[in-house]
């Protein structure tokens, strides 16, 4: 009798242990199934649609924080606040170098980079070497370095930013690029000199070497060594992250 009922709980527990594990293999299954869902959902639905279902971006923003930290943090460090050392923008604001800052544009330029040589790559623009090539002074370069202060909402000299502005529409023709009201062109990559917002730095001295030794900034292609999804991953990620309240700046908010 002692054995019967030894036997018999050892029975109900073997049974229990086997339902137990029957239960993980399902529910693992059907986690499965619904990332592989979630997966096949989120390179379906339009890029610049996504932002429209949270429990897409919830998804996809699990999927990229990992990708984030192992290839884009050491450029743009690990709170997307940039690096102006190498001339890495901040991901966390609302002021875009390409395009809108949409899903749609931000992928572009994940996938096909920035002067990479691929023929979908932004590679229309490149910011002169003033200095470098003799095309202005030393003291013209203070000058419109003083200008570009004046514009972006930062303390300048009246007298130097006077003459540096006659040298911004005139013989340097700066307007060219970055436009007559010096607010850039996003559909090429020419930054806006108004908002505050500086991929190498907004001081003094930043803008000086700026405009002395030109910028010729590179950012790689990630088609080929990311999967499709995980590029939109991260595309919806730098867009979940850039569109949050706290990151909306007004037009000389302060520097990057």
């Known amino acids: 009798m002692v054995q019967t009922v030894a036997s018999t709980r050892r029975n109900w527990k073997l ?5 137990a594990l029957a239960s993980c293999v399902l529910l693992a299954a059907d986690l499965r199934m619904k990332h592989e869902h979630m997966q096949v ?5 339009l890029p610049d ?7 897409l971006v919830r998804f996809a923003v699990a999927q990229a924080r990992p990708l984030y930290v192992q290839h884009c943090a050491r450029c743009h460090g690990d709170a997307l606040e940039g690096n102006s050392h190498l ?3 901040g991901l966390a604001d609302d002021t875009w170098l390409y395009g809108t800052g949409g899903v749609h544009d931000i992928e ?5 980079g920035i002067r990479t040589g691929r023929a979908k790559a932004h590679s229309l623009t490149d910011m002169p070497a003033f200095g470098l090539t003799g095309r202005l002074s030393d003291g013209e370069i203070r000058s419109v370095v003083q200008y570009v202060l004046q514009l972006s909402g930062n303390p300048y ?7 540096g502005r006659a040298v911004y529409y005139g013989k340097a ?3 060219d690029c970055h436009g007559r009201d010096a607010r850039g062109d996003s559909s090429y990559g020419a930054p806006d000199l108004t908002r505050n917002v500086w991929n190498s730095g907004g001081d003094a001295g930043s803008l000086y070497k700026a405009i002395y030794s030109g910028q010729h900034h590179f950012m790689p292609a990630w088609l080929g060594t990311l999967t499709l999804e995980e590029i939109r991953a ?3 990620y730098v867009y979940s992250v850039s569109h949050s309240p706290s990151s909306q700046r007004p037009y000389g908010a302060g520097a990057q």
Do not use: H, I
Request: aromatic content about 2%; charged content about 15%.
């Open 87 to 89: 001339g890495a923008p």
């Open 41 to 45: 959902r989120l390179l379906t639905v």
């Open 234 to 236: 991260l595309a919806v």
């Open 157 to 163: 000299d009246p007298p130097a930013a006077n003459e």
């Open 49 to 55: 649609q996504v932002p429209a279902d949270p429990s």
């Open 173 to 175: 023709d700066c307007g």
């Open 15 to 19: 049974t229990a242990v086997a339902l």
């Open 108 to 112: 572009r330029t994940l996938l096909y």
